[in-house]
């Protein structure tokens, strides 16, 4: 037996006292203690705000991004000693690896966000807003990172993934964390920080862990923290009513436990793809981690005059589940955490028997394989029938944290969806349907109640990774009893630990602070031509002004013949009534080639290659005899990942160039405006 350490202060120190025994799942030997008595929660916040935060806040998104990629890596090399500690949490090798390495993979994806955000510490969100007649004056909006400290309060059943899911985004946002797992399995956690910390890949300060209960860690959070909690919905709105989250307006999000529910459509019939897929994903999420998902299914709602069969399926599907040590051949669903949380769970499917038939499964009777079923903590799955939902509604209420689902009828797809809804807020739900007026049907109405909704048919299924995968793409959360919360989510997950401020003044100002250029900021010429210069020598707003070109018919013609773009605006002058043409008018594409034309230097320099459009507008009619000259300034620079030992474009250093392309006609106005991007060479 061991005690834990928590990693405080860029140091791990054992807490006071005995602290919190932590048992082995399938044997019920006492594993270790864990205790953070004796902390000093003001002094570890603290720290991680003036020592950790910093330094991630001048790294660059890119940076930030490169580094969590090392640290996946890093982890995963490592991965089988983690598999070898979450055995003591009662979970199979496939539970362990949605742990383990869909943890890690929530490094690598948002890792691979550096690409979208800009190659600074900041994100520049949106488009400029024009505040003044002569555009002297405009508005933008900054993130940046907040100079506090994430809280992470993470539950047992997922003690890697818990805490990687929500570091890899708050790390990306250049903020530091303290990451408190739940006291009974935080064991597992331990062990990867510890490997973490030696790795040296994150900043001293970036990551603290608390192992033990951490009462009293959101004490000291003030108005640049943020704090996270997954965990119980009744845990949540104790936490979220706490003193210093309200005084100080602390962002709190809750990730709650919810009933979540799987609906099969009508046409989802015995004998189709439908109903086989149906029966498979309820039992997956009944069995999987045994139940211990915050994204379990809960309420299985069918057709009426399919619920026998359904029940029957099911069962039968069931019954070939093999429970035991999962290091014991066969053995596909393993235990509940600890003989506490059985306790709990058997508690709860008391409460819900009662109103409730029991229709498979019977948690005094069952058989184990390589286990003892007194020193465990074993439950078989077990399915409910609940024949009047609206009625009896302790279904819609009652979260039991276990293999415990509930099947349910209905008459109709409103029945369906008031079902669902009834739940009040989960994480997610599923509809299981090949009938398109059905699945658009429950979405447009069951939305508003469920943080992620997926359709199960016979279409994505090969690919589709299931009801109870939370996507790091994706948010992850759900209204009413399910939170209120978002975590993940890309981008608008990173965003959620920055400060968004609005900024005014000049284009000119606003540009030198974003490093973006700005409609009507300055802009300067210099007698290199752009095309020429290395991607180290180009600055924002350097501008290209370019000889000019009178548009003929003949353009049109000949642009018409290359595209192959007849289209009556550019060819018939006589269909021209009722549009807002008055002449025959030049191709949008072809004002946006000619610009090209007009601005690219033809000789072989630092430009490897064009990148790409962003956006692109015509914005007034160029007809034939009017002139157009370009403007090219330098919009933006991202640098770019080079590997020497790879081939081709891979192994050359370089950045990609955003420019405003202003195309212009003789009176000075914009005729179309685009953003396009290069690939151009740095030095050496």
Not at 121 to 143: D, Q, W
Not at 259 to 270: K, R, S, T
Not at 387 to 400: G, R, V, Y
Request: proline share 5%; aromatic share 8%.
């Amino acid at each position: 037996m061991q005690k834990l350490h928590n990693y405080i202060l860029g140091q791990w120190a054992p807490g006071d006292g005995d602290g919190v025994p932590q048992y082995h799942a399938i044997t019920g030997a006492l594993v270790s203690t864990a205790s953070s008595e004796g902390l000093d929660y003001a002094a570890i916040l603290d720290y991680g705000r003036k020592k950790g935060g910093p330094v991630l806040r001048r790294m660059t998104f890119p940076e930030r991004g490169r580094m969590l990629k090392a640290l996946a890596l890093y982890l995963l090399e490592r991965k089988e000693k983690y598999y070898q500690v979450s055995h003591k949490t009662g979970a199979t090798r496939a539970d362990s690896w949605v742990d383990i390495e869909g943890g890690i993979g929530n490094l690598f994806a948002n890792s691979s966000l550096r690409r979208k955000f800009p190659d600074e510490p900041y994100y520049v969100e949106g488009e400029a807003i024009r505040l003044s007649k002569e555009n002297t004056f405009i508005g933008h909006h900054i993130l940046v990172p907040k100079h506090g400290i994430a809280v992470h309060i993470n539950a047992y059943n997922f003690p890697i993934w818990g805490m990687l899911e929500k570091v890899a985004v708050n790390l990306m946002a250049g903020v530091p964390a303290v990451v408190k797992p739940s006291e009974q399995t935080s064991y597992l956690t331990e062990a990867m920080v510890r490997d973490i910390i030696a790795s040296g890949i994150l900043p001293e300060g970036a990551l603290q862990l608390v192992v033990g209960t951490g009462r009293g860690i959101i004490d000291p959070v003030g108005s640049q923290d943020v704090v996270t909690f997954t965990g119980s919905a009744e845990t949540g709105r104790i936490l979220r009513a706490h003193p210093s989250i309200i005084r100080h307006s602390v962002p709190f999000t809750v990730e709650a436990d919810s009933l979540n529910a799987a609906i099969l459509g009508e046409d989802a019939v015995p004998g189709t793809p439908e109903f086989d897929l149906f029966i498979k994903e309820c039992r997956r999420e009944m069995v999987t981690k045994a139940g211990q998902k915050c994204t379990a299914i809960r309420r299985i709602i069918v057709p009426e005059n399919m619920l026998a069969e359904v029940q029957e399926a099911l069962s039968r599907e069931l019954a070939k589940t093999v429970i035991g040590d999962p290091a014991a051949e066969g053995v596909r669903m393993g235990a509940l955490i600890n003989r506490q949380q059985l306790a709990r769970v058997r508690e709860k499917l008391a409460l819900l028997a009662g109103e409730n038939q029991v229709v498979f499964g019977n948690p005094d009777t069952f058989e184990l394989v390589g286990a003892e079923r007194e020193k465990g903590a074993f439950m078989p799955p077990v399915l409910l029938l609940n024949d009047k939902p609206f009625i009896k509604q302790l279904a819609h209420e009652t979260e039991c944290f276990g293999p415990v689902s509930t099947i349910m009828p209905y008459q109709s797809i409103d029945q369906a969806i008031e079902l669902a809804n009834m739940g009040k807020g989960s994480l997610v739900s599923t509809i299981c349907t090949l009938d398109p007026n059905i699945m658009r049907d429950y979405i447009l109405e069951a939305a508003a109640f469920h943080g992620r909704i997926m359709i199960l048919n016979r279409t994505s299924a090969k690919e589709s990774t299931g009801h109870g995968s939370p996507m790091p793409m994706l948010v992850h959360g759900g209204p009413g009893h399910a939170g209120g919360g978002e975590e993940m989510g890309g981008m608008r997950g990173v965003l959620h630990y920055m400060q968004r401020t609005a900024l005014q003044g000049h284009p000119t100002d606003i540009t030198a602070v974003t490093r973006q250029f700005q409609v009507g900021a300055g802009q300067t010429e210099t007698p290199v031509h752009p095309f020429k210069k290395y991607f180290d020598d180009l600055f924002v707003g350097e501008t290209l002004v370019t000889a000019k070109h009178t548009v003929s018919e003949a353009d049109i013609h000949n642009f018409a013949n290359v595209s192959g773009d007849n289209f009556y605006a550019h060819m018939d002058e006589t269909a021209l009534e009722g549009t807002p043409f008055t002449r025959r008018v030049a191709h949008g594409y072809f004002v946006l080639s000619k610009a090209a034309g007009l601005f690219v230097d033809a000789k072989k320099g630092p430009v490897l290659l064009n990148y790409g459009l962003d956006e692109c507008r015509f914005t007034k009619p160029v007809y034939p005899g009017m002139t157009i000259g370009v403007k090219l300034t330098v919009k933006e620079k991202i640098e770019q990942e080079s590997d020497p030992s790879r081939e081709g474009v891979a192994a050359i250093p370089r950045g990609i160039v955003k420019w405003l392309v202003d195309v212009y006609d003789e009176t000075g106005e914009t005729v179309a405006v685009a953003t396009i991007l290069t690939m151009v060479r740095k030095r050496g």
